[in-house]
């Protein structure tokens, strides 16, 4: 159906539970918490990105990394506010 790469599978996975994960087990339950972790998680992918910039021999900077971690944890965001629906 998709033919989405590992890597790529793998860094959404990552951002999402992180966002879920985190969430849950702090037991965080304000909007304000929640949004902590997902810009946790933005950062935490971006600084991952980043040091691959500086050692390039063994990887390199992807953008598309970039963009899954992003969805991953948008997602994993809009999962944990589905509890604020009422």
């Known amino acids: 159906m998709f033919n989405v790469p590992k890597d790529k599978l793998l860094h959404f996975l990552v951002s999402l539970f992180g966002v879920v994960g985190i969430t849950w087990a702090l037991k965080i339950a304000d909007i304000k918490g929640i949004l902590v972790v997902f810009f946790v998680m933005l950062v ?35 999962l944990v506010c589905l509890q604020f629906i009422k």
Do not use: H, M, Q, W
Request: aromatic share 14%; proline share 3%; with cysteine.
């Open 44 to 78: 935490i992918g971006f600084g991952k990105e980043i040091a691959d910039y500086f050692n390039p021999k063994k990887r390199k900077f992807d953008k598309y990394d970039l963009l899954a971690d992003t969805v991953g944890a948008t997602v994993g965001l809009c």
